[in-house]
């Protein structure tokens, strides 16, 4: 019993190392070439961690509750350390698939309306406030013209990434 639960506690302390040590682990053998890709997808860290682990806990849970000896409580935690290594590389493998969403670019905000925060003065800057992916974002505008507080604006072209050039909307 002792074994089986020192199995499922070096298993989750292996898991704990991986995830605070990310990537540290695996670069240790690195530099050696006949290794190269052996810790990508089956047999990467936290796949190996869930396998021992559940061999370890499962083994022990058979152990405890059911008096079967040792031979029947290791192959129930090779089969319950399989399942959680198979389950672990599944969702590590669906985690790196995930695409991240695109970073909006200050092109995306042409077209868009907005009001005016802070005056602007014909030629000069003043502040705006228009909204890109339903988020609010306050940048610097200048226009030709004079634009008081309040004032609905047509954004025209990005000049920076925190800078716009607007139009009144004309009613």
Do not use: C, H, N
Request: aromatic content about 8%; hydrophobic content about 50%; overall charge negative.
């Amino acid at each position: 019993m002792a074994l089986f639960l020192g199995l499922g506690i070096a298993g989750i302390v292996l898991l704990l190392l991986t995830l605070v040590f990310d990537g540290v682990l695996e670069g240790l053998f690195g530099g050696t070439s006949f290794l190269d890709g052996l810790f990508d997808g089956l047999l990467s860290l936290p796949v190996i961690a869930g396998f021992v682990s559940m061999l370890g806990f499962g083994g022990a849970l058979v152990l405890g509750t059911t008096g079967l000896g040792a031979g029947p409580a290791t192959a129930v935690g090779i089969g319950a350390g399989a399942g959680a290594g198979w389950l672990t590389w599944r969702f590590s493998r669906a985690l790196m698939r995930d695409e991240p969403s695109a970073t909006p670019r200050g092109t995306d905000l042409v077209g868009s309306s907005g009001s005016v925060v802070t005056p602007i003065p014909a030629e000069g800057y003043g502040e705006v406030l228009v909204y890109l992916a339903g988020q609010p974002v306050k940048l610097a505008a200048k226009s030709p013209e004079p634009v008081a507080r309040g004032a609905e604006i047509w954004v025209e072209e990005s000049l920076s990434p925190t800078s716009v050039a607007v139009r009144p909307v004309q009613r």
